[in-house]
Every structure is written in structure tokens, then in C-alpha cells.
């Protein structure tokens, strides 16, 4: 079985106006965020090849001798703001001979390699056809102005009695090539979620999220990612 991670990178992509442009190439401690996510990525003896996929040929450069990975160019055309994650993830299958891909995008910086090599395990031991990262939240929810996990017409519930809200967290994803042929869907219908803790889960989008990342990654706390 043939496992190949992926990491997509457009230098125009930005989640938001405040978003970070280019965040990838953001640097923390010494390394930038597409170096410590190939650096965590080296640490998962499974898999057998990471691909940076993009149409900037400059990245290139930008990333250490010493850093294994494989550059992969892909077409201009994947960088326009209305292309889906399923077309890039459908160009990279014609490209790269794989079996299980594990798409990664590089916005957690703290995010651990055992966490990787559990989402495959899961997949490629074929109870779970597919596996991402979430968070799960015990707070009063609202959507599109509505409560979503309360009702506004009773007493305020404890936090305690509420039904958490999960989020899924858009950057990791573990499934099979076959299934995602079929279903054009990287989460199939029995997916594994692993919920991620506060620390492993911080995620660098905005200026303010860099500069609370520098405080993490000078004071120590990340030795184990890199």
C-alpha cells in the first residue's frame, strides 16, 4: 500500500482579507511553516513521499537542502480563487502513483506526527474509510443567527448540558484513492475524527496568531515537533 502525502500551496490563497498572504512561508524558530509541517511529516514512517503541489516554482528555494521532499508543479489554473480542493486533489492523483493520501495543509505548526501516523493507521487498517482533525466545543453556539445547540426560549443551559459543536479543522485528511474516484469526497461516510487538544490545534491565520506562535516556539514548548 502506497502512502504519499500532499500539501497544496497557492502563493494567492488566503482564507480571509486578515488572513496572512503567503503563510506558509512564514517563519518560526528558524524553520517556516511548510518546513516544520515536511519536518513533522519525516516522522511518520509510513509514509513514503510528501509532495509539495503548487505552480510556484520559487518555493522551491525557500525550503532547506536538508528538508526531504518532492516538488511537484502543478498548472496555473489550480490557483484561481473559484478552484476546489477536489480538483487539486484529482490533478495530483493523475500525477503521483498512490494508494492512501494524506492531504495536509501547513496552519498548525504544534500539530504531532503520532496524530498523522494515527489517521492513516485507522484508514489502512480498513475499519475507517477515511480520517480528519476536528475540535469539539461545549459553548452556546449560534448559526446564521440562530442558537444551535440551545433553545433561546428556555433558561440559559449549563455548559455542562449542552450538546458540543465539532469543527472540522481543514487540514488534515487521510483517505483512499479508490474511495475519492468514486465518491469525489476526501471524508467518506465512515470517517474517523480526531479531536485535538488546544495546544495541537493552535493555528497561524492572522499577524496576532504569528506573533503568539513566536512566544510558543521561543519559550520551548515545541522541542518534540522539531
Same mark, same amino acid.
Given at each position: 500500500?502506497?502512502?504519499?502525502?500532499?500539501?497544496?500551496?497557492?502563493?494567492?490563497?488566503?482564507?480571509?482579507?486578515?488572513?496572512?498572504?503567503?503563510?506558509?512561508?512564514?517563519?518560526?524558530?528558524?524553520?517556516?511553516?511548510?518546513?516544520?509541517?515536511?519536518?513533522?511529516?519525516?516522522?511518520?514512517?509510513?509514509?513514503?513521499?510528501?509532495?509539495?503541489?503548487?505552480?510556484?516554482?520559487?518555493?522551491?528555494?525557500?525550503?532547506?537542502?536538508?528538508?526531504?521532499?518532492?516538488?511537484?508543479?502543478?498548472? =496555473?489554473?489550480?490557483? #484561481? @480563487?473559484? $478552484?476546489?480542493? /477536489?480538483? +487539486?486533489?484529482?490533478?495530483?492523483?493523475? %500525477?503521483? *502513483?498512490?494508494?492512501?493520501?494524506?492531504?495536509?495543509?501547513?496552519? =498548525?505548526?504544534?500539530? #504531532? @506526527?503520532? $496524530?498523522?501516523? /494515527?489517521? +492513516?493507521?485507522?484508514?489502512?487498517?480498513? %475499519?475507517? *474509510?477515511?480520517?480528519?482533525?476536528?475540535?469539539?466545543?461545549?459553548?452556546?453556539?449560534?448559526?446564521?443567527?440562530?442558537?444551535?445547540?440551545?433553545? +433561546?426560549?428556555?433558561?440559559?443551559?449549563?455548559?455542562?448540558?449542552?450538546?458540543?459543536?465539532?469543527?472540522?479543522?481543514?487540514?488534515?485528511?487521510?483517505?483512499?484513492?479508490?474511495?475519492?474516484?468514486?465518491?469525489?469526497?476526501?471524508?467518506?461516510?465512515?470517517?474517523?475524527?480526531?479531536?485535538?487538544?488546544?495546544?495541537?490545534?493552535?493555528?497561524?491565520?492572522?499577524?496576532?496568531?504569528?506573533?503568539?506562535?513566536?512566544?510558543?516556539?521561543?519559550?520551548?514548548?515545541?522541542?518534540?515537533?522539531?
Amino acid at each position: 500500500m502506497i502512502i504519499k502525502a500532499l500539501i497544496p500551496f497557492s502563493s494567492s490563497y488566503r482564507d480571509d482579507k486578515s488572513s496572512l498572504e503567503q503563510r506558509a512561508k512564514i517563519i518560526l524558530g528558524g524553520f517556516s511553516l511548510l518546513e516544520r509541517t515536511l519536518i513533522t511529516l519525516s516522522k511518520v514512517n509510513k509514509i513514503q513521499g510528501s509532495y509539495v503541489f503548487t505552480s510556484d516554482s520559487d518555493l522551491k528555494d525557500s525550503i532547506s537542502k536538508s528538508t526531504d521532499f518532492n516538488f511537484l508543479y502543478r498548472d =496555473k489554473y489550480l490557483d #484561481k @480563487p473559484d $478552484t476546489t480542493i /477536489e480538483q +487539486i486533489i484529482e490533478s495530483f492523483i493523475e %500525477k503521483v *502513483d498512490v494508494d492512501i493520501i494524506v492531504m495536509i495543509n501547513t496552519r =498548525k505548526p504544534f500539530l #504531532k @506526527p503520532e $496524530t498523522i501516523n /494515527e489517521c +492513516i493507521h485507522k484508514v489502512s487498517k480498513g %475499519k475507517f *474509510d477515511s480520517a480528519f482533525i476536528a475540535s469539539k466545543k461545549r459553548k452556546l453556539s449560534w448559526f446564521q443567527g440562530k442558537p444551535l445547540n440551545f433553545d +433561546i426560549k428556555k433558561d440559559t443551559p449549563h455548559l455542562k448540558s449542552l450538546d458540543p459543536v465539532l469543527f472540522e479543522d481543514s487540514t488534515l485528511y487521510v483517505f483512499q484513492k479508490v474511495n475519492f474516484i468514486k465518491s469525489r469526497k476526501r471524508i467518506g461516510k465512515n470517517p474517523f475524527i480526531k479531536e485535538l487538544g488546544h495546544f495541537e490545534n493552535f493555528e497561524v491565520d492572522r499577524d496576532d496568531d504569528r506573533k503568539i506562535a513566536e512566544l510558543i516556539v521561543n519559550s520551548g514548548l515545541d522541542k518534540e515537533i522539531t
